[in-house]
């Protein structure tokens, strides 16, 4: 990949909002480019899966995307090295990386409704719907970002946005491992207490999880932090009390089934709304 390659993903990366498909001459005029260098550029994009060809135009692909923004962060020192994937799930791909002083950091790319998407292109053929696949998955790392972003002041152990671009956020790491995975907890109480304690201070702060569970929180030693807030709701919206029962009501069933801890539901959430 040459400056070129880089400065004709650009291109894509920059109209997604306005265009599905681009030609020739818009690609040229938007990059400066000939347009005889250009189609020598997008037969390699082609080739490397970065973008994709059809009769009505050229359109970027998620591993375009994936790759621009990587050039971006490393552009900046943000992020230069990727380790292990440490996270796949429904919703993102999360992996371990490096900035340019070798420092741990977590890189989570956003794959949301990746399933469906895969039908539309099964039955389909084409690369129909890409763009606003991929703008529905920079929305929403827009919004986890902004959460965080917004949650960080506050005392509670959520994790620490670095920087965003497109459908990707970079966070400090947390050293921790998953409560669904430990089998053991000293102080069990300890941990519930901790988990409800951040969700009075998320709440407080106007927000609700609406994912927690097992999975969401890390935990190392006694220390508990709640990872992913992409789907997190306001305390004035108006499904905000399902979200919220359902929120806790995971969280109690895990505890009982696990450490057979028995905690009324209400009473939590009486305390998580200062009641
Ligand atoms: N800041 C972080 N520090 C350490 N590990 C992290 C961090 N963020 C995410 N992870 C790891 O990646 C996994 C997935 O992250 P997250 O829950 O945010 O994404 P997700 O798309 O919801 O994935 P899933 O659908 O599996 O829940 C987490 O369970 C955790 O193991
Ligand atoms: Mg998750």
Same mark, same amino acid.
């Given at each position: 990949?040459?400056?070129?390659?880089?400065?004709?993903?650009?291109?894509?990366? $920059?109209?997604?909002? *306005?265009?599905?498909?681009?030609?020739?001459?818009?690609?040229?005029?938007?990059? *400066?480019? $000939?347009?005889?260098?250009?189609?020598?550029?997008?037969?390699?994009?082609?080739?490397?899966?970065?973008?994709?060809?059809?009769?009505?135009?050229?359109?970027?692909?998620?591993?375009?995307?994936?790759?621009?923004?990587?050039?971006?962060?490393?552009?900046?020192? =943000? =992020?230069?090295?990727? #380790?292990?994937?440490?996270?796949?799930?429904?919703?993102?791909?999360?992996?371990?990386?490096?900035?340019?002083?070798?420092?741990?950091?977590?890189?989570?790319? &956003?794959?949301?409704?990746?399933? $469906? &998407?895969?039908?539309?292109?099964?039955?389909?053929?084409? *690369?129909?719907?890409? *763009?606003?696949?991929?703008?529905?998955?920079?929305?929403?790392?827009?919004?986890?970002?902004?959460?965080?972003?917004?949650?960080?002041?506050?005392?509670? @152990? &959520?994790?620490?946005?670095?920087?965003?671009?497109?459908?990707?956020?970079?966070?400090?790491?947390?050293? #921790?491992?998953?409560? /669904?995975?430990?089998?053991?907890?000293?102080?069990?109480?300890?941990?519930?207490?901790? =988990?409800? /304690?951040?969700?009075?201070?998320?709440?407080?702060? #106007?927000?609700?999880?609406?994912?927690?569970?097992?999975?969401?929180?890390?935990?190392?030693?006694?220390?508990?932090?709640?990872?992913?807030?992409?789907?997190?709701?306001?305390?004035?919206?108006?499904?905000?009390?399902?979200?919220?029962?359902?929120?806790?009501?995971?969280?109690?069933?895990?505890? @009982?089934?696990? &450490?057979?801890?028995?905690?009324?539901?209400?009473?939590?959430?009486?305390?998580?709304? #200062?009641?």
């Amino acid at each position: 990949m040459n400056k070129s390659d880089f400065k004709i993903l650009k291109v894509f990366a $920059s109209s997604l909002k *306005n265009r599905q498909f681009l030609n020739l001459p818009t690609l040229s005029q938007y990059s *400066n480019l $000939s347009q005889s260098l250009i189609e020598h550029h997008l037969k390699r994009l082609v080739k490397f899966g970065l973008i994709s060809k059809s009769n009505i135009g050229y359109t970027l692909l998620v591993t375009g995307l994936d790759i621009y923004v990587l050039k971006i962060l490393s552009n900046k020192n =943000i =992020i230069t090295a990727i #380790g292990p994937q440490i996270g796949i799930g429904k919703e993102a791909e999360v992996y371990l990386a490096h900035d340019s002083l070798q420092q741990d950091k977590i890189l989570k790319m &956003f794959r949301l409704g990746r399933s $469906s &998407f895969k039908q539309i292109k099964r039955k389909r053929d084409v *690369n129909a719907g890409t *763009n606003s696949w991929l703008l529905l998955n920079i929305e929403t790392a827009k919004k986890e970002y902004d959460i965080l972003t917004y949650l960080k002041d506050s005392s509670a @152990s &959520f994790p620490s946005p670095l920087y965003r671009s497109f459908h990707c956020i970079v966070m400090e790491p947390i050293y #921790g491992s998953r409560l /669904s995975d430990i089998e053991n907890l000293d102080y069990p109480e300890l941990v519930l207490e901790k =988990i409800i /304690s951040n969700m009075t201070i998320a709440y407080r702060k #106007g927000y609700i999880n609406g994912d927690l569970n097992e999975y969401n929180i890390l935990v190392n030693d006694d220390n508990i932090f709640i990872l992913d807030w992409p789907q997190a709701v306001r305390v004035d919206s108006t499904n905000a009390d399902v979200v919220l029962t359902r929120d806790v009501n995971n969280i109690i069933k895990f505890f @009982s089934r696990k &450490f057979e801890i028995e905690r009324e539901i209400y009473n939590i959430i009486n305390i998580i709304k #200062g009641k």
